[in-house]
């Protein structure tokens, strides 16, 4: 049951999705955290059907600050580490094993999920997912294949994994950990996983995909 592994779940307006993924998750992992980043939904209600702790953002604050939530969360309950998976169905609770597999396997460092087949993708997502991956894999020197995959593990011990990303930049996260972890000499192991779509679009547009590219060189220099 991963017993030294917290999953912190994201969640903000999913009432159509978070009953499936509790359903299947509680039968597999035993500690898990939902933080709800304010849904103003019944996303709060369906989650109180399921054995898991909720913590309720009184305001939105974004996905980035829902993960340090969850980071001091785990911190403040002795987890030895934290898995981050989204709340909206897009990540399988297979994969959430496998990648927690790993890191109880290798114990150190980061382990993050790569979306193998991006056909599943509209075209906007997959063309912007691949220049981000190729311009990153140029300027760090290191091939990773989805910098900004939501669904990720690591020990809670490794001080390279921080992110300063929020407000408006809230999604720029992952990438930021992923380019911190790097340029940090952390161990990144990376596990294929699914690619499943959504029926709606959040994630990023064209300009907040540049803005990114932007932030991933100026992390890579300063
Ligand atoms: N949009 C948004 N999502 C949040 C927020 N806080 C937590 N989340 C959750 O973060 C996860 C990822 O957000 P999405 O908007 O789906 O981002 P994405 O998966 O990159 O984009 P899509 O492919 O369009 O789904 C989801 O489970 C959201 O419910 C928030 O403040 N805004
Ligand atoms: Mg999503």
Redesign the pocket.
């Known amino acids: 049951m991963f017993d030294s592994v917290l999953v912190a779940v994201f969640t903000y307006n999913e009432e159509n999705k978070i009953s499936e993924v509790l359903e299947k998750m509680c039968k597999k992992f035993k500690n898990i955290l939902v933080v709800d980043n304010n849904s103003q939904d019944n996303t709060l209600k369906r989650i109180s059907n399921y054995p898991v702790k909720c913590i309720h953002h009184k305001y939105n604050l974004g996905k980035s600050n829902s993960m340090k939530t969850a980071l001091d969360y785990a911190r403040i309950n002795n987890f030895e580490y934290l898995a981050f998976i989204?709340g909206?169905g897009?990540h399988s609770i297979s994969d959430l094993e496998k990648i927690c597999n790993k890191i109880l396997d290798i114990k150190n460092g980061l382990v993050i999920g790569f979306r193998e087949d991006l056909t599943n993708l509209n075209l906007k997502k997959r063309i912007g997912t691949k220049i981000l991956n190729k311009i990153f894999t140029l300027l760090y020197k290191k091939k990773i294949s989805d910098i900004q995959c939501?669904l990720r593990v690591f020990n809670i011990s490794e001080k390279s994994i921080k992110w300063e990303s929020s407000g408006l930049q809230h999604y720029f996260a992952d990438a930021e950990i992923t380019c911190n972890a790097i340029k940090n000499g952390c161990q990144i192991s990376q596990i294929p996983i699914q690619t499943i779509t959504?029926d709606k679009f959040?994630?990023m547009n064209i300009l907040q995909g540049l803005y990114l590219l932007i932030m991933i060189v100026v992390w890579r220099v300063f």
Do not use: L
Request: net charge negative.
């Open positions: 989204d909206d897009q939501g959504s959040k994630g």
